[in-house]
């Protein structure tokens, strides 16, 4: 009860410091003002959250609030359980972190007063979703984040790009918040009984919870990044400030994955078994859809902004695998599949958040986000090129980094598929862990090109070679970020024992105890089967780096030479000379743009003699959008012209459209009792 009040007061106290942002916002102390209580309210709702989750060893210790605000029948219902004291870890870390560099990072906003009093407004939104209990209290507080958020996206309203990234954003948030409002509807009956605790009482009926099952993948999907839901992810997340743009992708998506989570893991009751096949298919097609989008990208934060979509595509395989287990009643397996999805979770929010302050690095030091006009980075900013590196490597899922533990119990997981009865599961599964496989192997390769066009090579820009490294607040930022990538990867058995009373309440069975295994190795089934220990890895590595850095050292010539870069026999001097962001993707994107991109290259090469350049040309087409969205948003326009008369009633027929809308609601309200 007391970790419980701690945080409500904490996300109260973050509501009053948006109200004294409104007035300061203009004041020269505003920036330090508002951030610094922001860090200091979310490091003490970190503080206990994570007091909450460490001593929550049984599902049964819960506390829940009761406050007399909200429905006057119903009131707020509050409640903090393991489930949600790993949620509200994940993102009052986010936001304590966030605030730090912001605090160097705010110095460069040119329009404070429009970023500061929505920052500590979507940070305490966050916060009630999470504890929220009952319907409302989650709607309401789910609507608040995402209100706080788009004013977040239009701080730079005035670029076009920005103004319709901010439109089609409320747009998909209004449509998820529509259908999980009709998916509570559904929770709730007949009796209108609001409560968590009385939906998760409840007794549904297999076509309410499928019902169910398919408006919340939609609702809260479309807030995460499910294909095809994502479309407005790629424009939203970049337009927003860095370190927003930071919690938006590291922190809100997570917040969607919890309200996925506890409805279906929690209110829903036990779920059918083709409730994991829908869940596994699209995630295991969103994984692959985003990291291919990602390895086409140019634009650094919408290149970050597709990696997501793709990580959201893994927690949710693990998800729809920790279904399917469950429905067949294998707990242990279960149990796996919810460990590693939860352990993606808190890593995609780790390596994303240290990424994306990496990207606001760059673009304070120069100005710019398009990887193409970037490179030599490594040289004028060296303490956030290794940290941006440590960040790579932990997104492409390579040991000894965190990563790789999570993706590594997702394939355990699917080797556990062939215990499952259903011939749809046996063939199902190891198809989407193909598919996973294929979107590790693209995201190293797309981080490949991340790092090695950005920080490597030769300036390409004036202001690239003037970039100077970022302030001490955003470096510490993202100093602990680093650290942690590591550390959740050589100690990974630290955090799968620290989530196994999610597994606990939600599967009823959990993994075995990892921090009794010598030599700190983590064991997901048995030994017999498999096992990783990230710390003799991390040993491994750093020993034989060291070695033969020794040997070269030691042995090789002492001289030092230097020359100029063999370039095909033509040594130019120009930049231009280098291997680019575009012409690194260029193999992939002839393997899998006809199909995926629809991608067509146009060159025009002039003969021998002419004078003229040659031009290349690059055409592509997102399919769900053009296919999609483009038709839907044709439909409204053409719906609302033929509809545009109903302004013009008079009022006899005004009064006849209203009574025959009474009429058809009463009949359905009748045949639905």
């Not at 790009?161 to 449509?175: D, H, T």
């Not at 990044?225 to 407005?232: A, D, E, K, Y």
């Not at 729809?320 to 460990?339: E, H, I, Q, R």
């Not at 010598?518 to 997901?524: A, H």
């Amino acid at each position: 009860m007391i970790s419980l009040a701690a945080i409500l007061l904490c996300s109260v106290s973050l509501f009053a410091t948006a109200a004294l942002a409104v007035c300061i916002a203009r004041s020269k102390q505003a920036t330090k003002l508002t951030y610094g209580l922001s860090f200091c309210l979310s490091a003490i709702a970190f503080a206990a959250a994570i007091g909450a989750l460490v001593t929550m060893a049984s599902p049964d210790a819960i506390s829940t609030l009761v406050l007399p605000i909200g429905l006057p029948w119903l009131g707020s219902h509050f409640r903090l359980d393991a489930l949600s004291a790993f949620f509200l870890t994940v993102v009052n870390f986010g936001g304590m972190l966030s605030s730090l560099y912001a605090l160097g990072y705010g110095r460069h906003e040119h329009a404070p007063h429009r970023v500061l009093p929505f920052f500590p407004a979507f940070v305490a939104g966050m916060n009630l979703v999470i504890l929220a209990d009952d319907a409302f209290t989650f709607l309401m507080s789910w609507e608040f984040m995402s209100l706080a958020s788009w004013a977040l996206v239009m701080a730079h309203h005035r670029d076009t790009g920005n103004r319709k990234a901010g439109y089609l954003y409320i747009v998909m948030a209004s449509f998820g918040t529509l259908t999980l409002l009709l998916a509570f509807g559904l929770l709730a009956g007949p009796d209108g009984n609001y409560s968590f605790t009385t939906m998760r009482a409840a007794d549904h009926a297999p076509l309410t919870s499928g019902l169910v099952l398919v408006l919340l993948l939609i609702g809260t999907g479309s807030k995460a990044g499910l294909v095809p839901l994502h479309v407005w992810l790629p424009r939203a997340h970049p337009a927003a400030p860095s370190h927003v743009s930071a919690l938006m992708s590291g922190v809100m998506t997570k917040v969607a994955v919890y309200g996925f989570i506890r409805v279906v893991f929690d209110l829903l009751g036990a779920p059918a078994w083709w409730f994991g096949i829908i869940v596994l298919a699209i995630g295991g097609i969103t994984a692959v859809l985003g990291i291919l989008h990602a390895l086409m990208e140019s634009d650094l934060k919408r290149l970050l902004a597709y990696s997501t979509i793709e990580n959201i595509g893994v927690i949710f395989v693990s998800l729809g695998l920790a279904l399917a287990f469950k429905a067949n009643g294998m707990g242990l397996a279960a149990a796996l599949a919810l460990t590693a999805a939860l352990f993606h979770v808190l890593n995609h929010s780790f390596f994303k958040s240290l990424l994306f302050f990496g990207a606001g690095a760059m673009l304070t030091a120069t100005g710019e986000r398009d990887i193409e006009k970037l490179g030599g980075l490594i040289h004028r900013m060296p303490v956030t090129a290794v940290f941006f590196l440590a960040g790579c490597i932990a997104i492409s899922a390579l040991p000894p980094f965190n990563s790789f533990v999570s993706e590594w119990l997702t394939f355990q997981a699917v080797l556990q598929s062939p215990a499952l009865p259903q011939w749809g599961s046996k063939l199902l599964v190891p198809a989407v862990g193909g598919l996973l496989a294929l979107a590790a192997a693209l995201g190293a390769a797309c981080f490949v090109k991340v790092f090695g066009v950005t920080f490597l090579g030769r300036p390409r820009s004036v202001l690239v070679e003037r970039a100077t490294e970022v302030d001490r607040f955003s470096l510490a930022a993202m100093s602990v970020l680093a650290f942690l990538c590591l550390a959740a990867g050589i100690l990974p058995g630290v955090v799968i024992d620290t989530l196994a009373p999610l597994t606990l309440s939600l599967i009823g069975e959990r993994m075995p105890v990892q921090t009794d295994i010598p030599w700190l190795s983590i064991v997901p089934i048995a030994e017999a089967r498999s096992s990783y220990n990230g710390l003799l890895v991390f040993l491994f590595i750093l020993f034989s780096a060291s070695f033969t850095a020794y040997l070269v050292h030691r042995f090789g010539s002492r001289c030092i030479r230097r020359a100029p870069a063999w370039d095909c026999g033509f040594p130019l001097s120009s930049p231009a000379t280098q291997y680019t962001a575009s012409s690194f993707a260029q193999p992939i994107r002839r393997v899998f743009g006809t199909l995926i991109f629809r991608a067509r290259d146009r060159v025009n090469m002039p003969p021998p003699g002419d004078l003229r350049p040659a031009r290349f040309a690059l055409e592509m087409h997102d399919h769900i959008w053009e296919g999609l969205y483009l038709p839907i948003v044709g439909a409204v326009g053409f719906a609302a012209e033929k509809l545009n008369y109903l302004q013009f009633l008079t009022i006899r027929r005004y009064l006849s459209l209203v009574f025959l809308t009474l009429v058809l609601l009463l009949l359905v309200l009748a045949l639905w009792t």
